[in-house]
């Protein structure tokens, strides 16, 4: 029996189908749920056994709750731009690992201005947090690094098969 091989020239697209069927739809759906939950305060609100919603509970000074609503505006957006990425990516337009690229980055400033806007509108509270071992701050820098790496090691793969989109 013949074994079949992979042509010289043919090269593997692992990454490519893993991010247009599965990872930029999933970041569009969490995208879209968060979104959804600023807009509509559900973070801020009251709980159903009369409690406070989670920000509020986590920092109960917070007297500007517009800031999650402005993020949650953003996150919708980006949810439509993950998906806009998706298809550019799907149809290997050539312009296509650049919207990528800049959806990582957009990631990377939603989570700084966001984290941004707590420690300018509630610092004692994010002090106080951070003195019971929950730090925005780190949990903003974890996801900047993981985002910059995944976005740098994308780059890499992408300029790689750069030949491919050309459309």
Same mark, same amino acid.
């Given at each position: ?49 009369? $409690?406070? $919603? ?31 990425? +998706? ?6 337009? +050539? +312009? ?35 003195? +019971? ?18 976005? $740098? ?15």
């Amino acid at each position: 029996m013949a074994e079949m091989l992979t042509p010289v020239g043919q090269k593997k697209m692992n990454w490519h189908v893993a991010l247009i069927y599965f990872i930029l739809w999933l970041v569009a759906i969490m995208d879209l749920f968060n979104g959804l939950v600023g807009v509509f305060g559900v973070q801020a609100a009251p709980t159903a056994d009369g $409690g406070i $919603g989670f920000a509020l509970h986590t920092y109960p000074d917070m007297t500007h709750p517009q800031v999650f609503i402005l993020d949650g505006v953003f996150l919708l957006l980006m949810s439509m731009y993950a998906v806009f990425v +998706r298809f550019q990516l799907a149809g290997f337009k +050539r +312009r296509a690992p650049v919207y990528l690229m800049i959806l990582f980055l957009l990631n990377v400033a939603e989570s700084v201005a966001f984290t941004a806007a707590l420690y300018a509108l509630v610092p004692d509270m994010v002090a106080a947090n951070i003195e +019971r071992g929950s730090n925005p701050l780190v949990s903003t820098a974890v996801n900047a690094a993981v985002s910059l790496v995944t976005a $740098g090691l994308t780059w890499i793969y992408y300029q790689r098969r750069k030949e491919l989109f050309t459309k």
